[in-house]
């Protein structure tokens, strides 16, 4: 839509960013009736179709296809060399960027209802802003603007051109050394990649442990297994300064070790980006993190002005933004006050193993918590296809609702799914325990951490005084059937 055009008739929903969260946001509202202008000043799709989770995904697919390859003998499987195309790797990795666009484009949100503009928005009032300094007025606006990459204050590091999660898909081929800063998810996704297509990965996290916010012993897990596919991974020793120019260099760190690098991954966290939009201006608070203010229904301090997704500092995570898109349109269009749930919000890091985890934490549960611990070992799909490293864990309360769980191993993001829908909804184990499971799956193990609760409660003071009636009551009835002789046995 051309600049003049934007100020022709008051918007009822302008959505400001054209990722998940402002996608969704744009389409539902458009679904609903409402007039809505969707403004992007960039690429729509966002981070999660240009440098989050379609092209981290295709990266490590490839490299789980090479280590993959170079594992075929333990099977009888000889494949000979592993060669890997640097160069055909990452373009395969747009290929699979460019597949996508389409679906997140201004065409499809336009199809949708929706009308599209590209530019700057910068508010001016509590109900006007300006798209690359034209008038647009507004009854309602929906933040979606995501979040960046966040550089530390490292002395030297501009000095050798640092790569992001969102600058290094620019890379034309593979480094040959690369060192990756920083031991979370997205450290270990992309190290784990790297190093399985052949580059020296060193991993420097300045905690004591990778996945900070995980299990341990499932970090401990996947630490033992970056270490196996070659990752040198340093923890417990802060960086200090780099040295070198160009984009080699060394990374300095504060027990006198050091790491040389011909490229250096920073992945230490990501800040919101609010940078330039006016909020001063448009009433909308930020808080100490950057975040914008919102309440429970994502409404800001501006109750014409609603933010979804990263931008609000709730857990990082595309779904999060889409939930919030959908949610936060439907409130305002609608005049609802639908409230977010952050309780079970499920997260996968894709490694190998994955590790996935949804709802109270298992590594410290609480004192009215139990805990049931499944090695993957014990599952017979595991065993079939060599993969035992893993477990799953489940924490469950006193009334036997699955509060939380972690599940390390192949494909523990679709296994996490069967477990969030049980904290969402507060089901038992015994709901577990009870619907039939197909066999054999990765799955089995957080069954059997069911039935291994569910056995408890057989097996506890009030569960054997329960059954000792159940048997003796039998027994009196079928004593009863004897002495009555009767050929027709009762139902009970």
């Known amino acids: ?22 996608l969704i946001g744009a389409q539902i509202a458009a679904a609903l009736g409402a007039r809505v202008l969707l403004v992007e000043r960039e690429r729509f799709g966002g981070d999660c179709l240009w440098t989050g989770c379609v092209p981290s995904k295709a990266l490590l697919a490839a490299a789980h296809a090479a280590a993959d390859a170079r594992a075929a003998e333990r099977y009888g499987v000889h494949v000979g060399d592993v060669r890997v195309d640097g160069p055909a790797v990452l373009a395969a990795v747009r290929q699979a960027i460019e597949t996508i666009a389409p679906v997140d484009s201004p065409d499809a949100v336009r199809a949708s209802g929706a009308e ?24 309602q606006a929906l933040l979606c603007t995501g979040s960046a990459p966040r550089m530390p204050d490292l ?11 969102d600058s290094v898909w620019s890379l034309s081929d ?33 905690g004591d442990r990778l996945l900070a916010g995980e299990d341990p012993r499932a970090a401990e897990v996947l630490t033992e297994a970056l270490r196996r596919d070659g990752v040198d991974v340093r923890l417990g020793s802060a960086p200090v300064r780099v040295t070198g120019d160009g984009r080699q260099g060394r990374l300095h760190l504060a027990d006198g070790g050091g790491a040389d690098f011909d490229r250096l991954l ?21 808080g100490e993190d950057g975040s914008v203010v919102v309440d429970d229904a994502l409404r800001t301090t501006n109750p014409r002005i609603w933010a979804a997704g990263d931008v609000t500092g709730h857990p990082a995570f595309t779904h999060v933004a889409g939930v919030h898109g959908n949610l936060a349109a439907t409130n305002a269009v609608l005049g609802l006050r639908r409230r977010v749930d952050l ?72 296994a996490l799914t069967e477990l969030t829908l049980a904290v969402s909804r507060g089901l038992t184990t ?10 054999p799956t990765y799955a089995d193990p957080q069954w059997n951490a069911a039935i291994a609760d569910y056995r408890g409660r057989l097996t506890s003071r009030s569960g054997r005084i329960a059954l000792t009636a159940l048997r003796l009551a039998r027994r009196v009835r079928l004593a009863l059937d004897d002495r009555r002789g009767s050929d027709t046995p009762t139902t009970a």
């Open 155 to 165: 002395t030297g590091l501009a000095d050798v051109d640092p790569l992001t999660t």
């Open 266 to 286: 920073v992945t230490v966290g990501r800040d919101p980006r609010i940078q330039g939009l006016g909020l001063d201006a448009a009433g909308v608070a930020t």
């Open 1 to 22: 839509m051309p600049p003049a055009a934007l100020d022709r008739a008051r918007w009822d929903l302008l959505v400001v960013g054209a990722g998940t969260a402002g």
């Open 174 to 206: 593979l480094p040959d050394r690369l060192v990756v800063l920083g031991g979370g998810t997205s450290g270990c996704e992309l190290g784990q990649a790297f190093a399985r297509l052949g580059v020296h990965v060193t991993l420097v996290e300045a």
């Open 116 to 139: 599209t503009a590209s530019g700057s928005v910068r508010f001016t009032g509590a109900t006007r802003a300006e798209v690359d300094g034209a008038p647009a007025r507004f009854r």
């Open 430 to 439: 015994s709901h577990l325990t009870g619907a039939m499971h197909p066999y």
């Open 343 to 414: 309780s079970a919000v499920p997260r996968v890091t894709f490694t190998r193993p994955e590790v996935a985890a949804v709802g109270e934490p298992t590594g410290e549960p609480g004192a009215d918590r139990r805990v049931h611990t499944q090695p993957l070992r014990r599952a017979d799909r595991a065993i079939a296809e060599q993969s035992t490293e893993g477990f799953t864990r489940l924490v469950v309360d006193g009334r036997h609702r699955v509060r939380g769980a972690t599940v390390v191993g192949p494909r523990a993001g679709e």
